[in-house]
């Protein structure tokens, strides 16, 4: 953690040099002392200071200087950092002006030049300020900072990508939050720049786009190789599964992700029925864990990276990647997973991502202090989402088609539902609009056994109801059921075009899919138990067919 800031300023070399040396050889164990003769280059280090996060515990400030008085000067700094202590550096002359500035900026101390010796009129004074702000220090959060309208989804977009790949950030809201309009205004930023991504070492994207955030984190957005044992698509469960026994089986192993790790259970805020985990367990830390055992045993992992098609060659499988690259694969697992199905209804997609969220409530569940939020579903996920955002919200409802949840919903969460006071569950009940400004304000609901209509408040609406695989993509002439799931296996034997597309002299191995060399895990495969510990079975199990397959190429 960098130290925190003595920060000197004065324009004559002579007396800055003195006060510099004379504050290093008492402080410098503890504090960093940083000086200057420019206002101008004083205010450009500040405010590269303030966008790293970084500290400044006291201003020593020349009063009499050509760009600007030491008062006026203290004025801007405590604008940046409003904790910092204020000394203003003065002549006998200025004294007048020093007593009126303890009043205007609330000086802190006025020390008179020359300050010899230090050990009696320098150092007690900045002492006794030190220990003052030190007692009232509490450390800035050392990060990635993100600021933006609290209704944007580009911003939501960002906000995920970032707590996916469990990246922590800071968010302020440039209209609402006093530090995102200081921020805002010191960096100049205007309305079109939103929302914009500040990094650690204080440089800043304006519109970022994923991949450009990727690269500044440290995210491999580029392969190392061009030919792989195994690529596997899709890092939920059943990918981060196959990766981690890929890896550490001696398989070279490349796990692609469009989004984030984890899936839908990375955004799970618990998880209580996973296998050795009595307590539950987040879904974030669930992929946490296993991405750190996946890159242990040496998979590379690409993201945010998206796979447009996969083509033949010879017994090579070329995956094509969404910015036109290739990636040569002896073997694919495809555990893409599934998307929240879309709710087709009036003005849900004009506020998607204003107000409006396919899951996502472990990321926005802290905008929804002291409101009244809606759930959408009757599912696991669903019950674990109204669960944590009830830590948040003033009132979650849970609306459903059927009468309760008894059919759709864990035993365990149900009864966690039932004895939280302020989570409601509405039966029956069916959304007719969303409604709204520039963001979700009301819901218009109906009762299905009644048909009586009303118009609810609603500050945010959380969806989960059911899911599609997200397949759309996959050619070749894989066979897929109605729903667009995979099949493999035996399975395939009921479709009439399976003889016709398989011309292995063997039957597909369980998890195969009808292009052999090619195989499904998790919830994208048809006839999956849609639960997170079969997924990371699947998972698993598909490395063995793997090897099973690359033994006969």
Known sequence: MALPIIFSIDDDPQVLRAISRDLKSHYRDKYRILSTTSVAEAMESLLELQNRGEEVA??????????????????????????????????????????????????????????????????????????????????????????????SPKAHEIKDFLAGNLVPYLWFDAESNETGRQISENNNLCPVDFPVVIFEDGSLLKTPSLIDIAERIGLNPKTKQQIYDVVIIGAGPAGLAASVYGASEGL???????????????????????????????GSELTRRAITQATRFGTEFLSPQFVKEIKLKDKYKTVVLGDGSEVNAKAVVITTGVDYRKLETAGIEEFAGKGIYYGAASTEASSCGNKDVYVLGGGNSAGQAAMYLSKFARNVYILIRRNDLT??????????????????????????????????????????????ERTVPADALFIFIGAKPFTEWVGLEIIKNKKGFIETGREMKNYDNFKEIWKVNRDPYLLETSSPGIFAAGDVRAGAMNRVTSAVGEGSMSISFVHQYLSEV
């Open 407 to 452: 059919s759709s919903m864990s035993s365990y969460l149900i009864d966690q539902i039932a004895g939280t006071e302020n989570i409601a569950v509405m039966g029956c009940t069916e959304i007719l609009e969303a409604q709204g400004g520039d963001h979700l304000e009301h819901l218009k609901l109906v009762d299905l056994n009644t048909s009586e």
């Open 252 to 282: 070279s192993t490349l796990l692609i992700e469009r989004k984030a790790p984890g899936g839908q259970a990375g955004t799970s805020s618990r998880i209580e029925n996973y296998l050795g985990f009595p307590t539950g367990l987040s």
């Open 58 to 151: 006291i201003f020593i400030s020349d009063q009499r200087m050509p760009e600007m008085q030491g008062v006026d000067f203290l004025q801007k700094a405590m604008k940046m950092f409003p904790f910092a202590k204020r000394v203003l550096l003065t002549a006998y002359s200025d004294t007048e002006a020093a007593i009126k500035a303890i009043n205007d900026v609330q000086l802190d101390y006025y020390l008179m030049k020359p300050w010899d010796p230090p050990e009696e009129k320098l150092y007690p004074p900045i002492d006794e300020l030190l220990r003052d702000w030190q007692g009232n220090y509490r450390p800035e959060f050392k990060g990635i900072k993100v600021i933006g309208y609290q209704f």
